[in-house]
């Protein structure tokens, strides 16, 4: 969970930083991560955030370095509009889906209109379209705006080297009829107070948060 958020914030603080030509560096981003949020600090991960830095901006420079060439005249504001078209870590409410007044969309495309969840695992399930699902419909009953496709991101780094994986899927009339059912199972269970089980799943994880509530 801790690489899970170190991931996230790494891979928005990245764009932002591009986007807004802040030249951050990693080691300025390490010394000021929010760590009491995220718990004790991990000097054991740092060598893997640095890659995940370093390929990020790696791969901005690089369609920076595409869009100067097609696009010659135009400013450098209008190029870091499109070479980073994203709404990173959008604040938004869900109230109107009876979800959560404050959500953060992981990524949203505003020239491409696709709503990204980063994953933090190499493991696919899959619920996991659940999440960028989400964030679409909550996305659409805000700013009234279609959006139909959706993409699950699994960043990992292993054995030293960076995995990306994506998922990329039509928001279909039945996945989001399996999300409405998933909220109402939900919503359930907080409003009826239940005990939701132990998950299907055999092999839970012994890191998970949970894991002594279950099997304590």
């Known amino acids: 969970m801790i690489v899970g958020k170190l991931f996230h914030s790494i891979v928005s603080d990245c764009l ?50 595409e869009l100067s060439c097609s696009q010659p005249y135009a400013t450098e504001m209008d190029l870091l509009s499109t070479a980073v078209p994203f709404l990173v870590e959008h604040k938004i409410s869900g109230e109107l889906l009876g979800l959560s007044d404050i959500l953060s969309v992981d990524c949203f495309d505003y020239l491409r209109t696709i709503m990204f969840d980063l994953k933090v695992t190499s493991i696919k399930e899959d619920w996991h379209r659940l999440s960028a699902l989400g964030y679409a419909l ?18 990992g780094v292993e054995n030293g080297k960076i995995s990306v994986q994506k998922d990329l899927f039509f928001a279909n009339d039945e996945l989001r009829q399996w999300w409405l059912e998933e909220r109402d199972k939900k919503l359930e269970i907080v409003a009826e107070r239940k005990d939701p089980g132990k998950p299907e799943c055999s092999q839970c994880k012994v890191y998970c948060q949970y894991y002594k509530v279950c099997y304590g």
């Open 16 to 65: 932002q930083s591009v986007r807004y030509r802040q030249n951050l560096s990693f080691d300025v981003w390490w010394q000021n991560v929010r760590w009491q949020e995220i718990g004790e600090k991990h000097d054991k991960v740092i060598d893997s955030c640095r890659q995940v830095w370093d390929f990020m901006h790696k791969l901005c420079d690089a369609q920076l370095a």
């Open 138 to 155: 909550v996305f659409e009953s805000i700013h009234e705006v279609p959006v139909d496709i959706c993409c699950t991101v699994y960043l």
